[in-house]
């Protein structure tokens, strides 16, 4: 259930046996709250001298006459005591009762007054009504009664204003407990995504979105444990775009930018979800194939890797070499690396110097995958 769905006595959880304790706790008898009535009249002839005496102190208080703030509003306020003055005299105490005592105190702090401004005020208002009291009854222990009845009722009253003040400042703790909390979940949120962007371009080659350099040295050694754990072969792949410096030279860095893209989509296209793809240098790229022989790795993967770019650019192609650890002797991923680079460079050598490179459009398919 909303706030704005309960009564102010139904957010204070205040009931009926609760109000007959808080009675109690003032020493307010039913006694008492029958012989209240006895000054009803008396209060009702001197009224309105009481209401002006105290608003008289009242704006003569700088901050309490800018909370006022003009003529009008000052009316309202003296009719409204008015009100309470002669509701202390003749209201029965019931839950109502407390409804509008603790209204009294939200008004009161809505608009920003002060509890000290608040009590200065009320103790104001008990020494003019003590004062109107002995000086209308001759009988001094009748009016020291009365005063006292009057007294404890109007403390009784400040209780619940003050139980309002309490609530609200509470509330009001919650609301900047509760942001707060966002804000550091926010802030988490935010340091997180940060890291992981950070993260992101550490690990990955920013042309290519390959996995870099730097990744193939943190994630080797674990690969090579993994697949010698399981008894696995493991193949290491190396590839170098053919005479790429020639071509870069001819046509520009920009052509250039797109063959290692087509190069890097083409390397991940025929690639498992398993295997693990990286540009380790200008026009060089290395895959690393867990459980995958040398042989398998030769006549599937190459030839699929050859014919993809071949399809998207005739002009562009590859030397591959190879090189497997395991399962009967296993290398270290280094020296893995190193063979495969050698077997890549003799493939280089092998080939026939080609004619200076023709320029083709080419196709950007610049997708995230390992």
């Known amino acids: ?79 409204a005591q008015k009100k309470y003055i002669s509701e202390l005299f003749t209201k029965e105490i019931n839950l109502d009762y407390v409804e509008n005592r603790l209204r009294i105190g939200l008004v009161h702090k809505r608009i920003g007054v002060d509890p000290k401004m608040y009590l200065s005020a009320i103790t104001y208002l008990k020494g003019v009504l003590v004062r109107t009291i002995d000086v209308n009854f001759a009988d001094e222990l009748y009016a020291k009664q009365m005063e006292s009845i009057l007294l404890r009722l109007i403390d009784f009253d400040v209780s619940l204003v003050f139980d309002t003040y309490i609530k609200s400042m509470m509330n009001e703790l919650e609301t900047e407990r509760a942001q707060s909390e966002k804000y550091v979940y926010d802030l988490e949120t935010l340091v997180i995504e940060r890291t992981k962007s950070l993260e992101k371009i550490t690990r990955l080659d920013p042309l290519t979105n390959l996995y870099n350099k730097r990744s193939l040295e943190a994630h080797s050694n674990k690969m090579f444990e993994d697949v010698k754990l399981k008894n696995d072969p493991i193949s290491v792949i190396y590839v170098d775009i053919n005479d790429f410096k020639l071509f870069n030279d001819t046509h520009g860095h920009e052509e250039g930018d797109a063959i290692l893209v087509l190069v890097s ?106």
């Not at 006595?9 to 039913?30: A, C, W, Y």
């Not at 704006?59 to 009719?79: N, V, Y």
């Not at 990286?278 to 022989?293: A, H, I, L, N, S």
């Open 265 to 370: 989509d083409c390397i991940r296209s025929v690639s498992r979800n398993v295997d693990y793809c990286y540009r380790v240098g200008g026009d060089e790229f290395v895959v690393v194939m867990p459980g995958c022989t040398k042989d398998s790795a030769k006549k599937n993967y190459v030839p699929r890797l050859v014919q993809e770019v071949a399809g998207c650019r005739a002009d562009v192609t590859l030397s591959i070499g190879i090189a497997q650890s395991g399962p009967e002797d296993y290398l270290s991923f280094k020296d893995t690396l190193h063979r495969a680079d050698k077997d890549m460079y003799l493939q280089k050598q092998s080939k026939p110097k080609p004619a200076k490179p023709t320029l083709q459009s080419l196709p950007i398919r610049n997708s995230l995958k390992k």
């Open 1 to 79: 259930m909303k706030v704005t769905d309960k009564s102010l006595v139904e957010q204070q959880k205040i009931t009926d046996s609760e109000l007959k304790q808080r009675l109690r706790l003032f020493r307010i008898t039913h006694e008492d709250l029958d012989s209240r009535k006895e000054l009803k009249g008396l209060v009702e002839r001197h009224l309105d001298d009481i209401v002006t005496k105290f608003y008289q102190n009242q704006t003569e208080i700088p901050e309490i006459a800018t909370l006022i703030g003009d003529s009008g509003t000052l009316q309202r306020l003296i009719s």
